[in-house]
């Protein structure tokens, strides 16, 4: 019996991908520049990172090697997307009111230009209301993705992305879904609403909604959203 790799099955079937991605009608996918997105892995034999461009991902997935992420680069910065999220129900962002350290401001514009969200997990994890998996902060800390030899984006090497990290990653969306539709074992961005790390308060944190774009504050405490680690291309 011939084994068929899904990887091999989306990349030669794009109507397939359009499908699962939600490509609009008519629209060729082989034909979508993907240009500034790469898959990141740490090579198994050596443990060297590599990024290798989307269609060239199939070859090593093929050979046994784990995708640690779909790498966006764009306007002179480059973000490492998970390949997985928390569940579909979501997580709290703290289990109570708390000023985490991460940049805070009532202000959209001003959330959306904020790229700290490194930063900003490291500090909201020293408070034990938001370091635990079971929040968001904390579940972002605690992810890892690793190679066959353990090596890799580890725990500590994630965080909860900022609003304007999450800002790039809704102005990517089709092309982050396509690159994780050739990865196995992932799960793809939906469109509903994300958290970030950004603060509107002590009660209060952003939050993205990849359906629409739309940017709000919600109460840390009181509702589940989304949670997608981020990282960076690290050696």
């Not at 998970?82 to 985490?100: I, R």
């Not at 401001?105 to 079971?134: K, M």
């Amino acid at each position: 019996m011939k084994t068929v790799h899904l990887s091999d099955v989306l990349i030669n079937n794009p109507k397939t991908v359009e499908d699962i991605v939600g490509v609009p009608n008519g629209f060729k996918t082989s034909e979508m520049v993907m240009d500034n997105m790469f898959v990141m892995f740490h090579r198994k034999n050596d443990n060297h990172p590599l990024m290798v461009k989307s269609n060239k991902w199939a070859s090593y997935q093929n050979r046994g090697e784990i995708a640690e992420g779909v790498v966006v680069v764009e306007g002179g910065k480059m973000l490492v997307v998970a390949p997985t999220e928390s569940d579909s129900e979501g997580l709290l962002w703290s289990s109570a009111a708390v000023s985490g350290g991460g940049k805070t401001t009532p202000d959209r514009l001003v959330a959306f230009y904020d790229w700290s969200g490194n930063a900003n997990t490291a500090a909201q994890i020293t408070h034990a209301e938001c370091s635990s998996a079971a929040y968001a902060p904390g579940f972002c800390a605690q992810y890892s993705r690793v190679n066959a030899n353990g090596k890799g984006l580890t725990a500590g090497r994630w965080w909860l992305p900022s609003e304007g990290e999450l800002m790039m990653i809704y102005a990517n969306m089709r092309k982050i879904n396509y690159c994780l539709s050739l990865i196995e074992g992932t799960t793809q961005l939906s469109e509903t609403w994300y958290w970030s790390s950004t603060e509107y308060n002590e009660s209060f944190a952003w939050h993205l909604n990849l359906y629409d774009g739309i940017a709000n504050g919600h109460a840390k405490t009181a509702v589940k959203g989304r949670v997608r680690p981020v990282s960076a291309f690290l050696i």
